[in-house]
């Protein structure tokens, strides 16, 4: 199982970006899937989850701004972010936990957040 998180890069605040996470391996419309997210100094936090049933979650820093989302067909897991604040500059990964209860992380893409 292979994840690749992109999209990532420099936004000015109040901006939007959508996230990528394509992949391959498994079928992703059965599995448990989420975002996190790193900021430098700081521990890797939950940001957002999308449970096989469409059921979504997130965090309170970020509810009503960011919307999680997948695409089974292109088995593709998206991060839509809007109104976006320095506070959400960071490394941002993927993860999928599998059938077996195994977790797969992506590699992370970077998001930063400045004026």
């Known amino acids: 199982v292979q994840l690749q998180a992109s999209g990532g890069g420099l936004v000015h605040p109040g901006g939007s970006l959508r996230l990528s996470c394509a992949v391959s391996?498994?079928?992703?419309?059965?599995?448990?899937m989420g975002w996190f997210r790193q900021a430098p100094g700081k521990e890797r936090e939950w940001v957002a989850r999308?449970?096989?049933?469409?059921?979504?979650q997130y965090a309170d820093s970020v509810k009503g701004r960011f919307t999680i989302s997948r695409d089974n067909a292109k088995n593709t897991l998206y991060l839509r972010m809007d109104s976006l604040e320095p506070e959400d500059t960071a490394v941002y990964y993927c993860?999928?936990?599998?059938?077996?209860?195994?977790?797969?992380w992506g590699k992370g893409t970077q998001v930063t957040v400045s004026s």
């Open positions: 391996g498994t079928r992703i419309g059965t599995k448990y």
């Open positions: 993860k999928l936990t599998s059938s077996y209860n195994v977790d797969y």
């Open positions: 999308i449970v096989p049933g469409g059921t979504t």
